[in-house]
Each structure stands twice: as C-alpha cells, then as structure tokens.
C-alpha cells in the first residue's frame, strides 16, 4: 500500500491528493502520457466518489482516442499495481471522468496512524521568510485599518512556522521622516521650556519621557494640521528633521521618547489580539545605510537625477505598461518609502539572508510594490531565487460600503473594536443561556475568547483581495460559517472527552466505518492538502472555510452517534478516537487563525 508518509518521516502525516496523484501518475506514464494528467482532487460529486482524476480528457486528445477509453486503461493499470488496496471502486463517469472510492482499510490505517502521531509531514522547501506585517506607526493609535494586515500576516507566520519554515516577523515601524520632524516642532511650540530645547543644556536628558502615548496621540493631528495650513510651521517641522537625522542630541531624545512610549502602546494593543513580532524594526534602522546605497546606484547609472529628484528608471520586463520610476530622493532632498524599502530589502539580504519576504500591505500600496520589486531586480539587489510578495489585501467597510469607521464618524481604534467584539459575544451567550453559572471571571474570559473568535473568524474567512462588510452580529452568531460555531463544535468535543475520562472509557484506536463517520473520516484526511494549499495561495480564508466543514460534519455526526451511551465498547473507543482526532484538527485550525478554545462554554 502506498503509505502517506513514506516520501518524508515515518512519524508525520501528508498529503491524501498527493499520493494518490503519484499513483495515478505512474499509469498515466505507462500510456506515454503526461505525468502531469495524473492529477486527482477531492470529488466535486462526494455522493458519488470520494477522489476524482480528470486527465483522460486531457490524454485522449494527445492520442486521439476516446477519452472514455484512456480512463479505463489507466483503471486497469492502478487496479493491478501494489497499491489496489488503497481503493474499494474505481469508476469511469461521463465523458472520462475516473471517480476514486477509497477502501475502509486505507481509511482506517491512516486515521489511525494520524491519530497516533499528530504531527503533518513539513514542507520540502522552507525558505527563510520574512514576514512584513501589522503596518504600526510611532505616536499613532492602531485602529480599524490595521485589522486586516495584523490578522492576514499573523496567520500566514503561523502557517508557515507549523508547516517547518523559518520565520521571522518583523512589524517594521512608521518611526522616521518628515511625521518625526513635525512632532519635534510641536513639542517645541507647546512646550518651549523643556531641555530639549535649551541651546545652553549639556545635558544628560531626563530618563522619563516628557510625554504619554496619549499625548502623542493628540499631538500628532494637530502637528500635521498645522503644517498643512502654514508654510512657516512647514518649514519648521523640515528643520527638525533634518536636525533629526543628522543626529541632533536633543531631537534623537526626544524621538526615543516618542518610540519607546509608542512601542509599548503597540504591544499592548498586538498582545490583546494575540499577536507578537520577531523584529520590531524601523525606518530608522536602516537610515546609515542610505547613503552609501544612494552613492553606489549613481557610480552604475543605475539611479539618475530627473527634475531635480533622484530615481531609479523602471523598465516592465514583459512590455505590457509604463511604470513610473521608484523616487528615492525628492528634490527637497528628502528620502521616500522606496528608499527606506531598498535600505530594508539590503538589511534583510544581508543580516537575515532571507529568502521569501511577504510584504502584508492594503491593496492600494500595490504600484509602489510593483516599483519597488522592479527596482530591487533591476539594481542586481534581488537575484532570481529570492521571492518578493505582495500580499495585497482589501478594506474593511461598514454597511455603506466604506472603510469602517465609529457611528460618530471617526476611525475606530482596534481596543474600542475588541471591546465592542466582547460585548456582542457577552450578548449572543446571554441569548443561549451559556457559561451562566459560572463565576464572572471565567464567564468574562469566554465572552472574550468568543468574541475574538468572531473578530479573527469574520475577518480571515474572505478572500485577502476583496473589500468586506464588517457585520460584527453576523460574525459572532452560534450558527453558520462563523468564528463562534467552530469554537463551540471544539468546546463539546473537549466536553464529551472530559466526560469519558472522568467515566474511566477508552479513547480510540479508530476501527468502525458507517456513513456518516466516513464523511467524518474523509474530512479528517484532508487536513494537510489544506495547510499545504493555504500556505501556496496565501489564503487562510481556506483554513477558515475547512474548519467550518469539519465542525458541520462533526456536529451531523455527534447527532447521529450517542457516543457516551454506545454500550458496545469497541465502537465507542472507535468514536472517542474520531472526537480526539477531531478535536486536534480544530484546534490546530483555529491556532493558525489565531483563535484560542475555552476549556468550556
């Protein structure tokens, strides 16, 4: 029989599609077709086949032979080889189709096998990536517009750590340039008797910083404003950046300042939904190397002076659009994003070796991404084995359609959306009658448990590329394809497991096979053909839409089968081990999306 996890370790579980790909595969070849023709998926008919292969179709063209024909021959070929029992039927549909019936034996040995180790066979290349996520900026609040690229870029360094990548996650913080510039100048209008200020203080500058992250929060609007209305004021914050970067003491401290209270605002704020970085890298940690990378780009011609700013020209390698020059220099002299992003680019290359950078950045960045991948090809910075991604991601509407903002009309922080999130779960618990005799403590950690599930579930379960309507009722319902139903499908597993152990009952090895703990037993084996799909397309929405399948089906199951009260003893192990199983699936899902399951509900 061939087995699951031959090609990799005898202590993992990998892909079902792909081994019976291999099998398939090998017939097509003996034909003198095509390997690739060999390809099988889950069955779009599973009353009809659990796998389906569709190549015939394909390979009766290459032979000009009925393609009815070529399936039987590959049949017959896969029915007579060592791996037969694998398959309990073997069909030929419609004009070609081969439908795949996989046999007890085969179910039943590689759940059992899963079962018993628990561990999915890792990818065969893991590249070194780097994951660029979470879009924070010094002295500004995370809010509503940082949903989506903190859940989608914490997922996607989950899944690439689960499945044996080296990761490292880096939140590459807004903390230079002309925004610094304008809040020193504030500080200075405000607060003119400070140190920092003093041309005659030597020194050293106070340890405490004169502001809070909420004074921060206010300065910074009224800085931006009133640069925007004054030339003067303008110029000023101009100044102070220039002074900044020069390495002023007096500006250095007082942006230090600024970083460290907003850092530990932003950690505060990541950490309440969950989510930590590797790196908290800036613009700034790359401001020494700009410019020797400047000098270099124009002794190659490879940067030149256009209208009194320095770019790089960009060439479409396939000539289908002009795109316009990466801007590294403004005429003013000030740098860009496109220069701080070559300078990060280098770091990374050079300190980290990365080998895959996945930038996790809102849709309407996607030109800059475009420039600035071009650019880094072009310079010789990118060589052809390093993969350069844009995950571009859409917004978050509210029910008119627009990014999603407070009913008062201003952007909504992501605390006041937590906040909110927990409310709704705290009313939708209330309405079953759930966790209500328990202490208030523990009532108050599942309502937020819930809650963040809803957040994280309704968020994740859409395609990355598409705008969304946040509708935080939707989300946090008990019913449907939501966060709170797979979290509550985990809980009366963990229940039913519970109440098995304190009754002193067997759980597992899995031996019974009926109807519907086949579809059970068949949704379990896909589990690593969806990790490893999730992880290509960079899609967790799949991870989203597979949980749901596998806790719909676990429910019709639990429904079906009285498991605590199946007096024949063998087949309630068999049925303690499938919750177990169960149980590991959801919760290895519901962890790649950042969820976490309460012990009870």
Not at 16 to 40: H, W, Y
Not at 238 to 250: D, F, H, K, W
């Amino acid at each position: 029989m061939n087995n699951l996890r031959e090609s990799t370790s005898s202590e993992t579980f990998g892909s079902v599609s792909e081994t019976l790909t291999n099998i398939f595969s090998d017939a097509f070849a003996q034909l003198g077709l095509r390997r690739e023709l060999g390809k099988v998926v889950v069955s779009e008919r599973r009353d009809l086949s659990d796998y389906q292969c569709n190549g015939a179709l394909s390979g009766a063209r290459e032979l000009k032979q009925n393609p009815r024909q070529i399936a039987e021959k590959v049949i017959e070929i896969v029915s007579k080889g060592k791996e037969q029992e694998v398959f309990s039927e073997l069909t030929v549909d419609g004009p070609g189709f081969i439908n795949i019936k996989l046999s007890d034996k085969f179910l039943i040995s590689s759940l059992q096998f899963l079962e018993k180790n628990k561990k999915i066979t890792p990818l065969p290349e893991r590249p070194h990536t780097i994951v660029d996520f979470g879009g924070a900026n010094i002295a500004k609040p995370m809010h509503v517009g940082h949903l989506r690229t903190t859940l989608l870029g914490d997922c996607l360094q989950k899944l690439c750590r689960f499945l044996g990548l080296k990761v490292t996650s880096d939140t590459h913080l807004g903390d230079w340039g002309t925004q610094m510039g304008m809040l020193i100048a504030e500080m200075r209008h405000k607060f003119p008797n400070l140190p920092y200020f003093k041309p005659d203080y030597t020194g050293p500058y106070p340890k405490e910083s004169p502001v809070t992250i909420e004074d921060l929060e206010a300065l910074y609007p009224e800085a931006s404003k009133r640069c925007q209305n004054d030339k003067a004021a303008m110029a000023k914050a101009l100044y102070e950046t220039t002074q900044l970067q020069n390495g002023a003491p007096y500006a250095r401290a007082l942006w230090q300042h600024f970083v460290n209270v907003s850092i530990k605002a932003l950690k505060e704020d990541f950490a309440a939904l969950g989510v930590y970085f590797d790196l908290w890298k800036g613009e700034s940690d790359v401001h020494d190397r700009i410019p020797r990378i400047l000098e270099k780009l124009k002794a190659e011609g490879k940067a030149i002076t256009s209208d009194g700013a320095l770019v790089i020209p960009l060439k479409d390698p396939e000539g289908k659009e002009e795109i316009p020059p990466l801007l590294l220099i403004k005429s003013d002299g000030a740098y860009l994003y496109g220069t701080t992003d070559i300078a990060t680019l280098e770091e990374r290359l050079e300190d980290l070796h990365a080998e895959q950078i996945l930038h996790v950045v809102d849709k309407r960045q996607s030109m800059h991404f475009k420039q600035f991948f071009l650019a880094a090809r072009q310079i010789g910075m990118a060589g052809p084995n390093l993969k350069l991604e844009h995950i571009a991601f859409g917004t978050v509407n509210g029910p008119d359609r627009k990014p999603f903002k407070t009913r008062a009309g201003g952007v909504m922080k992501l605390k006041e959306l937590i906040n909110l999130a927990t409310e709704e779960a705290r009313k939708k618990l209330a309405e079953m009658r759930a966790a209500s005799e328990y202490d208030a403590n523990e009532r108050e950690s599942i309502a937020l448990a819930v809650g963040i599930a809803a957040l994280k579930f309704g968020d994740l379960m859409h395609d990355y590329n598409t705008d969304y309507v946040f509708d935080l009722e939707k989300f946090s319902r008990f019913e449907g394809r939501t966060g709170p139903y797979v979290l509550y499908a985990s809980v009366r597993i963990k229940a039913i497991l519970r109440k098995a152990k304190e009754q002193g009952l067997i759980v597992g090895p899995i031996t019974a096979i009926s109807g519907i703990e086949r579809e059970l037993m068949l949704e379990l084996l896909r589990l690593p053909d969806i990790l490893y799909l999730s992880y290509h397309k960079r899609m967790p929405s799949y991870l989203c839409d597979f949980a749901y399948d596998l806790a719909y089906t676990f429910n019709r199951f639990y429904l079906q089968c009285h498991i605590l009260s199946e007096a024949d003893e063998s087949l309630r192990s068999s049925w303690l081990g499938l919750s177990d199983l169960c149980l590991y699936e959801l919760e290895t899902l519901l962890s790649l999306l950042g969820i976490s399951v309460p012990e009870r509900m």
